[in-house]
């Protein structure tokens, strides 16, 4: 089946920029989805982009797709206390479900 | 605001005994979802309602069932909970049509069995 990859766990001080990456395997991907988990909370969709763009941006967070190596990116800047939380990158062809990465769990030191 | 709630927030059951969990959405979304989430995991789904068409994925357990009686309302039965079965199930609903398959998340249900 159908495959995205994320690393765990990423640690950043406030006020740099966190970069989360995610690879995925499924050649017909039409939109590729970054949710934000917070503890004990639901999946809060942050952002999302279709697989003919290869950047959008939407305040501080910035999507990167490469459709020809399937990596996708999400850039926080200027990280805030606040973006402590698991990002999950999900991927969707129109023909399943979507489907999940396990999540990269950020942490961000004051 | 329109929403996706889901109640009880946190539910215990004892080994073997039924559970239902309920969700409930005022987006008046056609499309339903339940996921299954353990620690440090994906959300993995467990079956999803086109209107009242039930999709179960080929891999979710018998023990699992659901049910739609309305377009606002869907619930998760778990005839006979086991331990393995603790975990965060989440709710979902989204527009099939749309293009863009944006999925609204309830809070979650966090199940313990004992």
């Known amino acids: 089946g159908e495959d995205v990859e994320q690393s765990l766990f990423l640690s950043v001080r406030e006020g740099d920029s966190s970069v989360i990456n995610c690879t995925y395997t499924d050649s017909s991907s039409t939109y590729l989805y970054w949710y934000k988990q917070e503890p004990g909370a639901g999946l809060q969709l942050l952002t999302y982009i279709f697989s003919n763009m290869d950047m959008k941006q939407d305040q501080r967070l910035t999507v990167l797709l490469n459709k020809k190596d399937k990596h996708l990116s999400l850039r926080i800047a200027d990280t805030q206390t606040g973006d402590s939380a698991i990002y999950f990158c999900a991927d969707y062809s129109g023909n399943t479900p979507l489907v999940f990465g396990k999540g990269t769990r950020l942490s961000v030191i004051a | 605001d329109a929403m996706v709630i889901q109640n009880p927030r946190y539910q215990v059951t004892q080994f073997g005994k039924p559970v239902t969990l309920s969700c409930s959405q005022t987006l008046n979304h056609n499309v339903m979802y339940w996921y299954q989430q353990k620690s440090s995991q994906a959300p993995k789904l467990l079956f999803h309602y086109y209107d009242k068409d039930f999709n179960n994925e080929a891999d979710t357990p018998d023990n699992f069932q659901s049910r739609r009686p309305n377009t606002s309302f869907c619930f998760l039965d778990i005839r006979s909970p086991g331990l393995g079965d603790a975990a965060m199930y989440l709710c979902?609903?989204?527009?099939?049509?749309?293009?863009?398959?944006?999925?609204?998340f309830g809070p979650g249900t966090r199940l313990t069995v004992l």
């Open positions: 979902a609903t989204s527009t099939r049509g749309a293009g863009d398959n944006e999925q609204f």
